[in-house]
């Protein structure tokens, strides 16, 4: 499709999306201006860059970062992979087997994500099913601490975002050319072969797609690390969605939150350079 045709065809919706984003950001930036509460919300002052320069100079935000962006390294490779193993079983399976298997891996989508997160903590408190296993047969009590609430978080994480690129691998197995599977079958390749040349290499663009997608949300990640930490401070799991939350909320600093909040979409658009740039020139080898 030609340049000038798909900015034709997507011209509804994205006036649509510039003019919902307009408004909210052009007042995140004003806001972030100025030195505003709740109680003097109709009389802020102005104070130019000085939240932003706030913002950068906390340390509890640089931390949040850090963490944020672990979380990225760790859970997109994790919950592809994942995923695209579980997209070729499905793509085996046919029947009532196939929907009941396609059920239970979107079981994540399915629940509202606070409900799911509350369950899933509660597997792990004193009278949940999982720290009841690990005391009776394991004999260790489990315990939140910084290092288990991170890796509740990164397991948590990787759980809910898997049945989405699920469905993106398994739409694009339907659409795999099957004389390249059926030629390579009769060459002699096994099944692993048939993977690692054709099937990867045909889904290649699906993979830099959910890579994208998921280092998106994970940058805006919130409700999850929200319900699983309950905001105790303690834990040090603040990413930059609940830090940004607490400077709101907690010391009403609306001022410096929505500086912080311009300056994630910063470092958004910055860690998404270099996906987008690849997946451009993905679009003009093809052509």
Sequence with gaps: MKLKSFFQFTAPSNIVMVTLMIVPLGLAVFIG???????????????GLLNYLEVLSDPAFWA?????L????????AHIILAFIAALILDQVSG???GFYLAAMLLPMIVVPVIGTVVFRQL?????????????????????????MKALILIHSTWISTPFALVIFF???????RDLVDAASIDGANRLQQIRHIVIPQLRSLFLLNAILAVMDFLRLFDNVFVLT??????????MQTHLYRIAITVKRLGK????????????????IPFLIFMYREQIEER
């Design 64 to 68: 949040a970062v850090r963490w944020n």
């Design 230 to 239: 309950r905001m105790n401070p303690i834990f040090h799991a603040d990413t």
């Design 70 to 77: 672990l979380i990225i390294i760790v859970v997109v490779p």
């Design 171 to 177: 739409a694009g197995l339907q659409m795999l050319p």
């Design 257 to 272: 939150a929505n500086a912080g909040a311009i300056l994630t979409v910063v470092i958004i658009i910055i860690v998404l």
């Design 33 to 47: 201006l100025n030195r505003v509460s709740y109680s003097t919300f109709k009389k802020p002052v102005f104070v």
């Design 124 to 148: 792990f408190d004193p009278s949940g099913l999982i720290a009841w296993f690990l005391r009776v047969f394991v004999g260790e009590r489990f315990i939140f601490t910084e290092t288990s």
């Design 96 to 98: 009532r087997l196939r």
